[in-house]
């Protein structure tokens, strides 16, 4: 028996609404089955109750062998007497990772079944890659999938677990997500479900970190009028109201001021905006004197650069520029759902970067928390600004390591592109948890030098202890913004993550569609759990 049909090598019978297509091989060969063809859509997708179906399938491991279905395939296909198996082999070649196709009318109650390739069984960590295949192979073609059935405008779907449900739920989730918020004409609502019963508990976690990302998602991609500092404390208040053990302080200017945080003011005071130190502390320990995990996000809600203004194009983009703030928050919402072992304390210095006759001017020194004094050679790198006050502030938690996230520098970006954020750490065991947090997540993290040679390259100043910018331009500029950063650091756990290069999107992840990434959220949800699980003396 032919397997597929010759021309074209495409599965014309399961073309969405399209039966009159059908390839003459496939049909002879579904006789020759003697089985009826599936039925067609005849609309039946459409309002009429039935769900759609995403089921995986792994590459054959000979060429001419049979498709290899997951349990959840094989369960489905016995269900419908074989004829998923059948269809799947007279169809076309073996469906490469990420490709798809559909089939109409094999089940009643699944008027629509997206079957989408998976890739090889048993892909487990990738060494070269640093992170687990198996997970982002389910990750994208689940995404995928859940993609078709949406465009076929069915709001709900069930999605084979592949193995993995939390992988599989993050696909669903992460890949539906679209910020849609201002447009009048929307995609429609997707609900995706777990298909079977038997990995509960593993779907909703995943559901809960890719939810915790598309947070940070759509605090990052809605426009800077919408989400300003104020605005997305708020966000974030309203987001943690119902647990008991969070408590949210939204500090107004007065109180950034009597903290002596005036590297951070010196930044906010060239916007009209006011700025808000947000200040979460999540009470998941044991004990409420357990030593918290301390997260800091850079929350520069629009950075047009101040007096050293940026080029006009692309700056729309540094709405995004309280990524890091986006994220550490994110995280921690998530953190709270999914009641993890642990304390942390969220802190978020927000604020907009604006030109104006109260700006701050090329040259001027400020003084920071600690008492060092700041030259502001270039207006434009005001995050590590911000940073410096609100890692002082870190410091009076008594914490068991402090962990920043920033959308920093351009230069992170020209390193490391996308692939991943760059990690600047004074410590080898925080390290290694953040690592091994981003095998499992996909969203990767690499390791980048805090040398002494950068540090000479800050604290060379004219008028003041540091200059904002290193003295040689823009050569290692992300890791001069580093060693500027160590300066306001006295913790012996202290890991400075530059997420500018991860920033985006636009299609280097497929479970991602183009658009503010929120990334590395689900990895510092991940390492958070990590760390509630670790013994280890920090101390
Ligand atoms: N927010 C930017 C960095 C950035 C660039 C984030 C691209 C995401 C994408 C930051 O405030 C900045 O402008 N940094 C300057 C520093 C320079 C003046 C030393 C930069 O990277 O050009
Ligand atoms: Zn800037
Ligand atoms: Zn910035």
Known sequence: MRRWARRGGRCEAARRAAPAMLLPGVRSAARRLGRDLPLACRGCSRGAGGKGLVLGIYSSEKDGAAALLTSAGDAFDRLVSGRLRELVSICGPPLKKGKTRIFHGLHQDFPSVVVVGLGKKNAGVNDQENWNEGKENIRAAVAVGCRQIQDLEIPCVEVDPCGDAQAAAEGAVLGLHEYSELKRKKKPVVTPQLHGSAENEAWQKGVLYAQGQNLARYLMEA???????????????????SFSNVKVHIRPESWIATQQMGAFLSVAKGSAEPPIFLEIHYSGGANTSERPLVLVGKGVTFDSGGISLKPSSGMDAMRADMGGAAAVCSAIVTAAALNLPLNIIGLAPLCENMPSGKANKPGDVVRAKNGKTIQVDNTDAEGRLLLADALCYAHSFNA???????????????????????????SSWLWNHLYEASIVTGDRVWRMPLFEHYTKQVTDCPLADLSNIGKYSRAGGACTAAAFLKEFVTASH?????????????????????????????????????????????T
């Open 223 to 241: 426009p800077a009028n919408y989400i300003t500092p104020i605005k997305f404390a708020e966000h974030i208040e309203q987001k943690l109201r």
């Open 400 to 426: 068991r390591a402090i962990v920043n996230a920033a959308t920093l520098t351009g230069a992170m970006d020209v390193a490391l592109g996308s692939a991943a954020a760059g990690v600047f750490t004074n």
């Open 494 to 538: 202290w890991a400075h993550l530059d997420i500018a290069g991860v920033m985006s999107n636009k299609d280097e992840v497929p479970y991602l569609r183009k658009g503010m990434a929120g990334r590395p959220t689900r990895t510092l949800v991940e390492f958070a759990a990590r760390l509630s699980q670790d013994s280890h003396n920090t």
